[in-house]
């Protein structure tokens, strides 16, 4: 599993077969299908994996700011900009995946459709915590501009992309949509 989601955020999941991923880790395709029916079976574990880790350091940021939902939005978006703006951030690898697997029978594809839903819920409520105007319209802009944030780091050709002002964007939006 380790081998396979390195291979996947690295490389892509169209690009890595199930023979690179076996040959990697050690293994033979036997021993993969032994424990994995099918590559999308794979690739919907590892995306649980990647889904499962961004929620406990969102939930862990946004609990280190109890009861302040700017800075709430402001620590994660600092986080988000520390682990993008590196040489081996390739993004998102929900976002990633939601590009090369666009199957609605994929067993993937529902991981994706959910992770991405429970995010603009999340921020559609910071928002209605800030009191924003139109909580809706502020959560939705929040998240374009998390997604634009990591899409940003992969077009540009260093670190210190766009992505670096991602903290200033979110405050300007707030405080565009929010009373003083």
């Keep these: 599993m380790r081998t396979a989601s390195k291979l996947f955020y690295c490389r892509g999941i169209h690009a890595v077969g199930v023979d690179a991923i076996a040959s990697e880790a050690g293994t033979n395709k036997m021993s993969f299908y032994r424990n994995f029916g ?15 880790e961004a929620w406990e ?6 609990a280190e700011h109890a009861g302040d939902p700017r800075a709430q939005v402001e620590a994660l978006f600092g986080l988000l900009v520390e682990k993008t703006c590196t040489a081996e951030s390739r993004g998102c690898a929900l976002a990633n995946a939601a590009v090369e697997i666009t199957d609605s029978e994929h067993p993937a ?10 995010m603009r819920r999340r921020f559609r409520s910071l928002a209605r915590e800030m009191r924003a105007r139109d909580p809706d319209a502020l959560g939705d802009s929040l998240m374009l501009l998390w997604e634009g944030s990591y899409l940003s780091r992969l077009t540009s050709d260093s670190q210190h992309g ?8 979110a405050q ?3 405080a565009g949509m929010t009373q003083p």
């Design 38 to 52: 099918s590559k999308g079976e794979l690739v919907a574990e590892y995306l649980r994996e990647a889904e499962a």
């Design 57 to 62: 350091w969102w939930d862990k940021m946004v």
């Design 109 to 118: 594809r529902p991981i994706i459709e959910k992770y991405k839903a429970e």
């Design 162 to 169: 766009p992505a670096e002002n991602a903290v200033k964007g």
């Design 172 to 174: 300007n939006l707030i």
